[in-house]
């Protein structure tokens, strides 16, 4: 069961924070635990005087940890890092390309009128962030 | 960013933030998540393949961002290789103090 928390507190919990987030050491205790948890279920199930239920049991729960730490790590590790080269992106000392796009209330921004601000002077950059969308 | 925004302000950046969900998506991404940066939509992802970061399996930018100075040049980018890794205000602010 600890490791369905580890994979699932990952998206909702551990993102916020950069320290857990960049590289996810708190999912990666949290499944330690539950392995070291998920074979002392295992040695219990089949010692000796054990019956077959207790035997399904412990293998059930040993799948299931399994199971959720091969989707953590296909959810957060592999699948994330699937992103296209951007060869093309703009590099530093490049022009950024200028374009218009529709702000939330419909309303088309230049990105030009975002360089020149309410003053000349008050700006001194722009920063474009590029993001997936909400899901 | 919006915890950071009040420190983009002072060093006089304007943060910007463009998906391909459609204006009321993101409007209502901006109410429940408290951001008052601009949010922009680019619905057609005319704006994302121009900037070569086109994901297209999902239909969706990879996740990037561009420090631009006063006159749209290029002086800072990060270009993640993870997803749920971006970058933090902290290092942007950085980069933003070389900018005149």
Known sequence: ?135 | MQTSLEDFDRAGIRVVAISVDPADVSRDLAQRAGYTFTLLSDPDLAVIRRYDLLDEAQEVARPAEFLLDANGIVRWRNLTDDFYVRARPAQVLDAAKALR
Do not use: C, E, K
């Open chain 1, 1 to 135: 069961m600890l490791s369905v928390v580890g994979l699932f507190s990952y998206p909702f919990v551990f993102v916020r924070w950069p320290i857990t987030r960049d590289v996810p050491w708190a999912n990666f205790l949290i499944f330690a635990l539950a392995a070291v948890l998920g074979v002392s279920a295992i040695r219990r199930g089949f010692a000796p005087p054990r019956r077959w239920v207790a035997r399904i049991g412990a293998l059930l729960a040993a799948g299931i940890t399994l199971a959720a730490l091969a989707m953590f790590i296909n959810g957060v590790i592999i699948v994330p890092r699937r992103l296209p080269a951007s060869a093309g992106a703009p590099r530093v000392g490049a022009r950024a390309p200028d374009f218009t796009l529709s702000d939330t209330h419909q309303q088309p921004v230049a990105l030009a009128s975002l360089l020149a601000g309410p003053r000349p002077s008050t700006v001194r950059g722009v920063l474009l962030i590029f993001y997936r969308g909400f899901w």
